[in-house]
């Protein structure tokens, strides 16, 4: 059974960061690209960072390029997002997912392309 677990969400205030993890079993982690979403009240999912399963591609949302960094420990079956300089607009719960992209070095930033989901994990920026 595969299970994507997300951790390091809570409440901070703006202009700080926070790092997310997600930890992932019952799939062979290093096959597949993983990737980062979030969803605002009353707002679609929406994509925020991708990377490839060897590490080797990174994507992100124009808006948050910069600010955000996607990374990946294959020995640890585990991807990151670190996020910095935090604004009350990226509250929202944030969601990883898993693409099985082997061997193509390519994430996508598409919802539909992802086969497992995480169950989420909420992030509150206050002004």
């Known amino acids: 059974q595969v299970q994507l677990v997300e951790s390091g969400g809570g409440l901070v205030q703006a202009g700080g960061s926070l790092r997310l993890s997600c930890a992932a079993s019952?799939?062979?982690?290093?096959?597949?690209?993983m990737g980062w979403f979030r969803q605002a009240p009353g707002k679609e999912r929406e994509f925020v960072a991708a990377i490839s399963w060897n590490g080797g591609s990174t994507s992100y949302a124009y808006s948050l390029k910069g600010r955000f960094t996607i990374s990946r420990d294959n020995a640890k079956n585990t991807v990151y997002l670190q996020m910095n300089s935090l604004k009350p607009e990226d509250t929202a719960v944030y969601y990883c997912?898993?693409?099985?992209?082997?061997?193509?070095?390519?994430?996508?930033?598409?919802?539909?392309?992802?086969?497992?989901w995480g169950q989420g994990t909420q992030v509150t920026v206050s002004s």
């Open positions: 997912a898993a693409d099985h992209k082997f061997p193509a070095s390519s994430a996508s930033s598409l919802t539909g392309d992802y086969d497992y």
């Open positions: 019952g799939l062979t982690f290093s096959r597949y690209a």
